[in-house]
């Protein structure tokens, strides 16, 4: 029997709480968080999408964005990228790791959004097996909705922080039932979640450039690219 989902906390974030100000606290997450990768490493980075019908707009404006997530990394020391996203019934995919902005967007292009329910709970299952074989330095995942086990996804979540792998959970808009469970997502796994509006291009950016800093290079990427960005400043500081 499938479980209930749970009501909404109590203390849930107040809706007069803007996208704007919670991506830039967000982006000032970081700081706590020690270096990544070793020293001549290439970072690890698990980049994980809802793809069900719901996305098709951000899965767009994803593809487009991908780039500037190597363009980040490169600055830096660069970044290794892995593909996941689930969609229709019950698949999910994992692409291989690659290093070229051009074999992430001809992946992307090629996957269109169905209709399906959420599979967070794989995702999370996916990212603590690959860095069981090989340290990944942060999964970012992207949705809208949850339609699991809270109480599963927190248990995987605790495993990732185990290894090591923090997850940023990026919410696109508002739903009352995915707002905490992402949370506690990114709680537990000691990452950090932050909320955007539907189709914010701008905003998606910041925080995919913001974290290809981190996978990149760590705290001081990060400390960098903050000060060329007010939201990654805000990032730093809600990883203390």
């Given at each position: 029997?499938?479980?209930?989902?749970?009501?909404?906390?109590?203390?849930?974030?107040?809706?007069?709480?803007?996208?704007?100000?919670?991506?830039?606290?967000?982006?000032?997450?970081?700081?706590?968080?020690?270096?990544?990768?070793?020293?001549?490493?290439?970072?690890?980075?698990?980049?994980?999408?809802?793809?069900?019908?719901?996305?098709?707009?951000?899965?767009?404006?994803?593809?487009?964005?991908?780039?500037?997530?190597?363009?980040?990394?490169?600055?830096?020391?660069?970044?290794?990228?892995?593909?996941?996203?689930?969609?229709?019934?019950?698949?999910?995919?994992?692409?291989?790791?690659?290093?070229?902005?051009?074999?992430?967007?001809?992946?992307?292009?090629?996957?269109?959004?169905?209709?399906?329910?959420?599979?967070?709970?794989?995702?999370?299952?996916?990212?603590?097996?690959?860095?069981?074989?090989?340290?990944v330095q942060a999964l970012v995942f992207?949705?809208?909705?949850?339609?699991?086990?809270?109480?599963?996804?927190?248990?995987?979540?605790?495993?990732?922080?185990?290894?090591?792998?923090?997850?940023?959970?990026?919410?696109?808009?508002?739903?009352?039932?995915?707002?905490?469970?992402?949370?506690?997502?990114?709680?537990?796994?000691?990452?950090?979640?932050?909320?955007?509006?539907?189709?914010?291009?701008?905003?998606?950016?910041?925080?995919?450039?913001?974290?290809?800093?981190?996978?990149?290079?760590?705290?001081?990427?990060?400390?960098?690219?903050?000060?060329?960005?007010?939201?990654?400043?805000?990032?730093?500081?809600?990883?203390?």
């Amino acid at each position: 029997m499938s479980k209930e989902r749970p009501p909404p906390p109590a203390d849930k974030t107040p809706a007069a709480v803007s996208p704007r100000s919670e991506i830039e606290s967000f982006l000032t997450q970081v700081k706590s968080l020690g270096p990544r990768s070793a020293p001549g490493q290439r970072g690890r980075l698990i980049f994980a999408l809802d793809a069900t019908m719901s996305r098709q707009p951000t899965w767009n404006t994803a593809r487009r964005l991908q780039g500037e997530m190597f363009k980040e990394a490169a600055n830096i020391g660069g970044l290794d990228i892995q593909l996941v996203y689930y969609r229709g019934l019950g698949e999910c995919r994992a692409s291989g790791w690659v290093s070229q902005p051009e074999k992430l967007a001809g992946l992307m292009e090629a996957i269109d959004c169905r209709g399906g329910h959420t599979q967070i709970e794989k995702i999370l299952g996916h990212a603590r097996r690959e860095t069981e074989a090989m340290k990944v330095q942060a999964l970012v995942f992207v949705g809208d909705a949850m339609e699991e086990s809270v109480d599963d996804l927190c248990k995987a979540a605790g495993e990732l922080a185990l290894l090591g792998v923090p997850v940023f959970m990026f919410q696109e808009g508002d739903d009352p039932v995915a707002e905490p469970a992402f949370r506690e997502i990114a709680r537990l796994s000691r990452g950090a979640y932050c909320r955007f509006a539907p189709g914010a291009a701008q905003e998606l950016a910041e925080l995919l450039r913001a974290v290809a800093a981190y996978a990149a290079g760590g705290l001081n990427a990060l400390s960098d690219a903050s000060r060329r960005s007010g939201a990654t400043q805000k990032l730093l500081q809600q990883l203390r």
